[in-house]
């Protein structure tokens, strides 16, 4: 006879913390919710890859109507570009704040970024009010139409992301940073920076080079 006594209330206990601790799907939810961002990153590289290289077809075609040298402001646009790279650097403050687990002032931190992005969209609206005022609109040549299409889809993804990072903020607020709440932050740190680098593009490629003759 064995002298291993049976305890069923103790197993009936230890079966119920496997079941806890072993559900499928949830063995490492970080690395797939990373993961699944970087792929969406990704297809978003490809958007702006094809609006990139449909403007550097079309970048010339005026239609005799204005060029960029005629209507782009270049202190205008570096001053809106300072606003979305000084967003950039500020939300890395707020990443720095979140791993001291200062949650006070990680959200300023997100505020000011998403002050810097919203004063960002308002320069932008502003442009291109000044250019449908002047008649430079999209239907007006392929270069505008090319222009007003690559500079409103980034404009677009400031938005969302000014928009995530309200969203972000209450929910810091109101539970903190918990594990959910800090791949959130991680998330959204790699969008604010992919948004940073696509401008610094735009800025080059579109703006920079569209002045020269």
Known sequence: MSNTSVHPAADSVHAADNLRFYVPG?????????LGFWLYLMSDCLIFACLFAVYGVVGR??????????????????INTS????????????????????LNATLLWLGITGLLGAAFIGLELYEFAHLIHV????????????????????GLHVTFGIIWLIVLMVQLKKHGFIP????????????????????????TFVYLMGVLP
């Open 26 to 34: 949830e063995h490492h939810p970080q690395n797939g919710t990373l």
């Open 61 to 78: 075609s005026y239609a005799a109507g204005p060029s960029g040298a005629d209507l782009f402001d270049l202190t205008l646009v570096a």
């Open 83 to 102: 606003m979305l790279l000084l967003s950039s650097i500020t939300f890395g403050f707020a990443m720095l704040e979140m791993q001291r687990k200062r």
């Open 135 to 154: 008649g430079a609109t999209p239907q007006r040549s392929a270069f505008l139409s090319a222009f007003f299409a690559l500079v409103a889809t980034h």
């Open 180 to 203: 959910e709440n800090r791949r959130r932050m991680m998330c959204l740190s790699m969008f604010w920076h992919f948004l940073d680098v696509v401008w610094i593009g735009v800025f």
